[in-house]
């Protein structure tokens, strides 16, 4: 491979220009938008608009008159088709980890007889913390068990209340078959959760065609909404009756402004939301999923298959005998938008990169992830990235004081 056949992928590319919809810093090789998606060009100035107009001018009348009140129903219902669940079936706000406490607390109350949480030992740490402390919450006996991604169809006992699953994993990038092991689980009488934080505008997703019964998601990786954006959950139509959420919030109650002392849940999913949406960030997050879903999945997915192995690929040849592994599955049908090598000294060569402008991340304990990003990340870049990582490892400037020092944010 040389950088003219990148440079021949790039002006052939139907994603190109999404990439002027995006502000990126020159000198930047950005393969971290998994982690933290890029500033659309449009979020600035429709923020500001927010402030200055409908907060400032508006003040409260904004509720009403600048439609705050139908935000994030309006951009819940963006969501849903982003991962292609049913429409009204998908609510927007506070975060992943507070929504995974939600839908979870749900999930267990429709199974009483049945007290075990089944989730992957290598899930995302903060799904297992809110199962943990939901268990020692409810003190009834539950228990979160834990089992490698090979046992999980072993797992699926009698005594299973949920699955929990991440649909692609943080670290290596594995992606589950979604309508298969949601199949496993239901034959088993489980309950299935999805957590989408590594797919929601990474992957096409077909959620009222694999049908589990509750997932859970992200705003502000590929969904770009910025740091912090309010996250979603979808939960399945037929379960909206009977779904009882933990926190009964007055946003989430048959008619907030009767003010009536007893709770009532609103029917359908509002029944799932539970306070006054963060205004500012909603509207941040929705010019990022509009960008999402002008851009055609099968385009973003096909470049991001095309992407993650050409990495890969040019990794492996431009970087020989240098210690690192792949851990990323070399099936691209069976992996999400992210290669991941494991090496010994990870963290200080990540840091190295970063400090020559190829921004990807660490993870614990040897992981160097890099994130792809079709709408905003070329070809030709990576071989630009992977020759500065070369350099990096020839020149041993990753061996520094500096660079191995730990950061509180790898
Ligand atoms: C990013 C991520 C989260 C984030 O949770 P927050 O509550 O937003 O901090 C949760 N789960 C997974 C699998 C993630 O990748």
């Known amino acids: 491979m040389i950088r003219a056949d990148l440079e021949a992928l790039d002006a052939a590319d139907p994603l190109a220009p999404f990439r002027d919809l995006f502000t990126l810093p020159e000198g930047v090789i950005y393969l971290d938008g998994n982690s933290l998606g890029a500033l659309p060009r449009g979020t600035g100035p429709r923020v500001a608009e927010v402030i200055a107009q409908e907060w400032g001018n508006g003040l409260i009348r904004s509720w009403n008159d600048a439609g705050w009140i ?30 995974l406490f939600k839908l979870l607390a749900a999930a267990l109350k429709m199974r009483p007889g049945r ?20 268990a020692a919450l409810l003190a009834q006996g539950h228990e979160l068990r834990l089992v490698d991604a090979d ?21 290596t990038g594995a992606m589950h078959d979604m309508p298969a092991v949601t199949r496993a689980a239901h034959e088993a009488g489980a309950l299935m959760l999805w957590d ?7 992957v096409p997703l077909d959620l009222a065609g694999a049908d589990p019964d509750f997932a859970v998601g992200c705003g502000y990786k590929y969904l770009n909404g910025g740091p912090g954006a309010p996250a979603f959950l979808h939960v399945a139509e037929r379960l909206h009756a009977t779904a009882r959420y ?17 709770y009532r849940a609103a029917p359908g999913i509002a029944g799932a939301v539970v306070g006054t949406p963060s205004i500012l960030a909603m509207a941040a997050l929705e010019v990022g999923v509009d960008i999402v879903l002008q851009a055609p999945m099968p385009d973003v997915y096909a470049k991001s298959q095309r992407q993650t192995e050409i990495f890969a690929a040019l990794v492996a040849e431009q970087c020989p005998d240098m210690g690192f592994a792949l851990v990323t599955p070399p099936d691209a049908a069976t992996r999400g938008s992210q290669v991941s090598f494991t090496h010994q000294n990870a963290y200080a060569i990540m840091q190295a990169l970063i400090a020559r402008g190829v921004i990807g991340d660490f993870r614990a304990p040897d992981i160097l992830r890099f994130g ?3 709408l905003y990340i070329g070809f030709a870049e990576l071989w630009d990235a992977v020759r500065i990582l070369r350099d990096v490892m020839q020149s041993g400037e990753w061996n520094t004081e500096r660079f191995r020092t730990r950061q509180k944010v790898t």
């Open 246 to 262: 933990p926190i009964t919030g007055w946003l989430g109650h048959a008619d907030p402004f009767a003010f009536e002392p007893a």
């Open 70 to 99: 139908e935000m994030s129903a309006r951009v819940a219902h963006k969501i849903a088709r982003v991962i292609g669940a049913s429409p009204g079936t998908v609510a927007v706000g506070d975060s992943t980890s507070v929504n």
């Open 151 to 171: 046992a999980i169809h072993a797992a699926l006992q009698p005594d299973v209340a949920v699955l929990m699953l991440t649909h692609v994993n943080y670290r």
């Open 196 to 202: 989408l934080a590594h797919s929601t505008g990474a």
């Open 372 to 374: 792809f990003t079709p």
């Open 115 to 134: 007290h075990v949480i089944v989730s992957e030992r290598t899930n995302f740490p903060t799904d297992l913390y809110v199962a943990e402390g939901l």
